[in-house]
């Protein structure tokens, strides 16, 4: 199984320019994270979803949009790009909550540069 | 509040050493503590984790701690080895189905072991 798959690999973005990156799992996972990774902050939540058609803000959502049309893919879009959206954006997928073995499948992430 | 604070930030270890990393919270109503490790250019990867019934959770080298009162937990990485450099996350949740069961991560710890 790929698990879950995000391209691209690495972007560079002029400031003001858009885009999607694109996040797809293939476990039939209901529940979809975006999180950004800054050097010493952790993993911060942009955007979740519990199912399809269904999507909520997280922790940092500004600047950013989601879509949740089929139960495998997840995109994140950025419009308008800011320097500050410079980062290493990761998407995961999970089973409902329950059970100990419980947890995130995360993918190798997008490097996206804004310039 | 939804922080979770973690250290050290950074830590160096020998060879055959014991790695201690700990976590504080503050939302009691988290009830799901992971650990995720997470090598470079990949994404984190669950490691082990701990629900709140229980004081310790020991899977091969590696051991959560969790004290309720509090609000802590730590991971202790015995006769820690080269090959567990990589940077270490905390994480906190609460079951709620309905709202996807977000995680919180600490700001992450980077352990080196040398040979």
């Known amino acids: 199984n790929a698990g879950v798959t995000q391209t691209p690999k690495f972007r560079i973005l002029k400031i003001g320019q858009s885009m999607t990156l694109q996040c797809a799992q293939d476990m039939n996972h209901n529940y979809m994270y975006w999180y950004r990774q800054d050097p010493g902050m952790g993993l911060k939540l942009i955007y979740y979803?519990?199912?399809?058609?269904?999507?909520d803000k997280g922790e940092v959502p500004n600047g950013y949009n989601v879509s949740r049309s089929t139960t495998e893919d997840f995109p994140l879009r950025l419009e308008l790009a800011a320097p500050s959206q410079t980062s290493v954006y990761f998407c995961a997928s999970s089973q409902p909550p329950g059970g100990l073995n419980y947890g995130y499948t995360f993918g190798s992430g997008t490097r996206l540069t804004v310039v | 509040q939804q922080q979770v604070k973690q250290s050290p930030q950074s830590l160096i270890v020998q060879k055959g050493g014991i790695s201690i990393i700990n976590c504080a919270y503050e939302?009691?109503?988290?009830?799901?503590f992971p650990w995720y490790q997470q090598f470079p250019g990949k994404g984190p990867a669950l490691l082990i984790a701990i629900r709140p019934d229980v004081s310790e959770k020991k899977e091969g080298r590696f051991t959560i701690s969790f004290n309720k009162s509090a609000k802590q937990f730590s991971l202790h990485i015995m006769d820690s080895q080269p090959g567990d450099s990589a940077t270490y996350f905390c994480?906190?949740?609460?079951?709620?189905?309905?709202?996807?069961?977000?995680?919180?991560f600490g700001e992450g710890t980077q352990l080196t072991v040398n040979p």
């Open positions: 939302n009691t109503a988290f009830d799901y």
């Open positions: 994480a906190a949740s609460m079951s709620e189905e309905t709202s996807g069961s977000r995680l919180t």
């Open positions: 979803s519990v199912g399809a058609g269904i999507t």
